[in-house]
């Protein structure tokens, strides 16, 4: 797909992050857009920087949906293709996702699930609703974002990360599998997986939200009955007032956010770029690199952690 312009796209998680930034690069490309989010509010700021930038003719739309919902997924293919009075759409993002739950052993098995089912179900959906969709069109991509995770499957020493790396491998041999599937059955259409590692986002703070922990708008009084479910989920929560508790979380996303080595609009365009030149497998960093690196060499070192620092150190020496 050598140009995305006159081409009708669809972005789950559309309303930040690189979510976000694919539509408003879609967009700025001369492709209309149907995004999709959680938030209702931030999926209407993205349509309206979305069409700040975009040329003449180019229909950007937002919807709410819960991609963990098959029913609301439904919902929003059908609304979209009527907006967009159209039959079939060119490109899917399944780009929505959670973290969170990263203790199959100690946390709530509904939180577990929750996480699993926005990172996995939520592409599965996708993929039942619009895959057909694409195969209508003359030519179309398949875009799932699985993660770094979706071949290392943890956090580092002491940060289990098991519903989400569980989901992420799924995503990652889903999109595997469909393409010698589509190559058989859709030749026309094709998929691609995206792994980042450690871009620039919202996801802490969306993460957190998406259970009910949003520290910039609870009370007080929330927020200290909060307090015990933030420290199981390894955050900085112990011995602190609620003001400085409150700006510990805040802080923690934007520096997730602020200080990662790819920022979310750099992912997008990486994406973008792979789909462009036909990639199935499209990483995002350097991280995610290094650590696909170190596993395809070394499969029985993947969970140690000294092997791996060895390996990091090796390739930052080289330059890589």
């Avoid at 209702?40 to 993205?46: H, L, R, S, V």
């Avoid at 946390?107 to 996995?120: G, H, S």
């Avoid at 020493?157 to 190559?183: C, M, N, Q, W």
């Avoid at 508790?245 to 920022?263: G, Q, S, Y």
Wanted: net charge negative.
């Amino acid at each position: 797909m050598d140009s995305f312009a006159g081409k009708l796209a669809v972005v789950t998680g559309g309303g930040s992050g690189i979510g976000r930034e694919l539509v408003r690069q879609l967009a700025a490309a001369g492709c209309s857009v149907a995004g999709c989010d959680l938030d209702p509010g931030t999926i209407a700021q993205t349509v309206e920087l979305a069409l700040d930038g975009a040329p003449a003719g180019v229909q950007v739309t937002g919807h709410a949906c819960d991609v963990a919902d098959e029913t609301q997924v439904l919902r929003f293919r059908d609304d979209l293709l009527a907006a967009h009075a159209a039959d079939h759409v060119n490109l899917v993002f399944s780009n929505a996702g959670v973290g969170g739950a990263g203790s199959f052993v100690k946390d709530p098995r509904d939180e577990w699930e929750r996480v699993f089912a926005i990172d996995w179900w939520g592409v599965y959906y996708c993929a039942r609703a619009f895959l057909p969709l694409l195969i209508k069109s003359s030519e179309g991509v398949l875009v799932n974002t699985s993660s770094v995770n979706g071949f290392w499957a943890t956090l580092g020493p002491g940060a289990p990360h098991t519903a989400y790396s569980t989901a992420k491998f799924a995503v990652k041999g889903f999109s595997e599998a469909l393409i010698e599937d589509l190559r058989t059955n859709a030749p026309h259409v094709r998929v691609a997986v995206v792994m980042p590692g450690h871009v620039g986002t919202n996801i802490v703070g969306n993460s957190l939200r998406a259970f009910g922990l949003d520290a910039e708008h609870m009370t007080d009084a929330e927020l200290e009955a909060a307090r015990s479910r933030l420290i199981e989920r390894g955050l900085p929560a112990g011995g602190v007032p609620v003001a400085e508790l409150r700006e510990r979380l805040i802080k923690a996303n934007a520096d997730f956010r602020d200080k990662a080595p790819v920022t979310a609009a750099e992912g997008a365009t990486i994406i973008l770029d792979g789909v462009r030149s036909g990639a199935w497998r499209i990483l995002i960093g350097q991280d995610a690199a290094r650590i696909d690196a170190f596993v395809r060499a070394s499969p029985d070192a993947t969970y140690d952690y000294a092997e791996l620092g060895k390996s990091f150190r090796a390739a930052a020496d080289q330059g890589i």
